[in-house]
């Protein structure tokens, strides 16, 4: 089992605060489904070890640490233009 953590916590509440109750349901059930298997089935691979995955209108864009069990959520964003302007920035 994988331990999910946001990268930067005050963007993670930020991000879930804008979204709709409906859309941080299915968000909580999707970061619980990661913990147990974190490459999902229509996870996509961005770089190396980021990947993306939608969730509804919702992206989860997220790092996997294989040797530390640890998911770190970069982002938790609807989806627009800008949502993979910029994705590295996330994980510096």
Same mark, same amino acid.
Do not use: C, Q, S
């Given at each position: 089992? *994988?331990e !999910?953590?946001?990268?930067n %916590?005050?963007r993670?509440r930020h991000?879930?605060?804008r979204?709709?109750?409906?859309? /941080?349901? =299915?968000?909580r059930e999707?970061?619980?489904a990661?913990?147990r298997n974190? /490459?999902p089935r229509g996870?996509?691979c961005?770089e190396?070890n980021c990947y /993306?995955?939608?969730?509804?209108t919702?992206r @989860? !864009? *997220?790092q @996997? +640490?294989?040797?530390? #069990?640890?998911?770190?959520?970069? %982002?938790?964003?609807? =989806?627009n233009? =800008?949502? *993979? #302007?910029?994705? =590295? /920035?996330? +994980?510096r």
């Open positions: 089992m *994988y !999910i953590k946001p990268k %916590a005050n993670f991000d879930v605060a979204l709709t109750p409906e859309d /941080r349901t =299915r968000d999707a970061l619980t990661l913990a974190p /490459r996870a996509i961005l190396k /993306r995955l939608k969730v509804g919702v @989860i !864009i *997220y @996997i +640490f294989d040797e530390e #069990k640890l998911v770190l959520v970069g %982002a938790v964003v609807k =989806r233009e =800008r949502t *993979y #302007k910029d994705w =590295r /920035r996330l +994980f």
